[in-house]
């Protein structure tokens, strides 16, 4: 595994845990943290025994989002060109951005985000990418963007009302304002509470075990379905499962899962 500086990871029993690493900065992301992710997302995307993804933060907080000084520093470095440069360029950063993003998504294996304390901007985008969330009872929630007079260009617009509703997801985006864990179980968007970062863990760490004993064949399969059918009518999203499922009816798992089952003993599936 490469050596990342502004991501923790530790790989144990096909569960890979990521911790975003700026404690001192809390978690804002910066361009390494940014281009840290994509990469690792990409490799563990490709390591064959990896089967679940935890994305956590280390310190106080989830993410506060991207590190202002970065966003400054952008301005800075792109206000002296001429116009049509300045969008060009502007636009290809914002695309490779959001590519980083798009990596967790894109993952074939099942990403889990345990969120804790400050969730803002960013994080939304970025935890709005995973497969699905659970949080601690005191985590605060917001889409600030609208505060810093910009757009959510990184994923929330597009992926937070297909989680929680458009009316909803609205309301949170144009405002900018907090919410809580409470209400963010409520509208759907984090799928557990728990009271304490301790119990956050264990549940998501919990979870990510029964995912890893499961045929990394059907997860990384039925992930993609799910993902297509999202963003497809149901004709062809139909076919789309149809077709991915063929070569799982001929494949050595399912006489693994079978044999498991007939034997009484939990399936052993190779990587």
């Known amino acids: 595994m490469k050596h990342f500086t502004s991501l923790a990871v530790t790989i144990q029993d096909g569960i890979a845990q990521v911790e975003f690493n700026r404690p001192e900065r809390a978690n804002a992301f910066n361009h390494t943290l940014w281009a840290e992710l ?111 007079a910009i757009m959510a260009d990184l994923g929330t617009l597009q992926r937070l009302p297909r989680i929680v509703g458009e009316g909803v997801a609205r309301e949170l985006i144009l405002t900018g304002r907090e919410f809580g864990a409470a209400e963010a179980e409520r509208r759907g968007f984090l799928n557990a509470v728990f009271p304490d970062v301790e119990a956050l863990m264990a549940a998501a760490l919990a979870t990510a075990q029964v995912l890893a004993s499961k045929s990394p064949l059907a997860l990384r399969g039925t992930k993609a379905a799910l993902n297509f059918s999202r963003d497809q009518a149901l004709a062809p999203a139909l076919h789309e499962v149809a077709e991915r499922n063929i070569p799982l009816l001929f494949a050595p798992d399912i006489a693994e899962a079978l044999s498991a089952q007939r034997a009484g003993r939990p399936p052993r599936y190779p990587d």
């Open 38 to 148: 994509g990469t690792l997302m990409q490799t563990l995307d490709a390591t064959p025994s990896v089967r679940v993804v935890v994305v956590s933060g280390r310190g106080r907080h989830f993410t506060a989002g991207i590190d202002l000084d970065f966003l400054l520093a952008l301005r800075s470095e792109l206000a002296p060109l001429d116009p049509v440069q300045r969008s060009a360029r502007c636009l290809e950063t914002i695309l490779w951005l959001q590519a980083q993003v798009t990596a967790i998504e894109a993952c074939r294996k099942p990403v889990i985000a345990a969120i804790h304390g400050a969730c803002l901007g960013g994080g939304i985008d970025i935890s709005s990418a995973c497969d699905f969330r659970y949080g601690v009872a005191d985590a605060r929630f917001a889409v600030k963007e609208i505060d810093l």
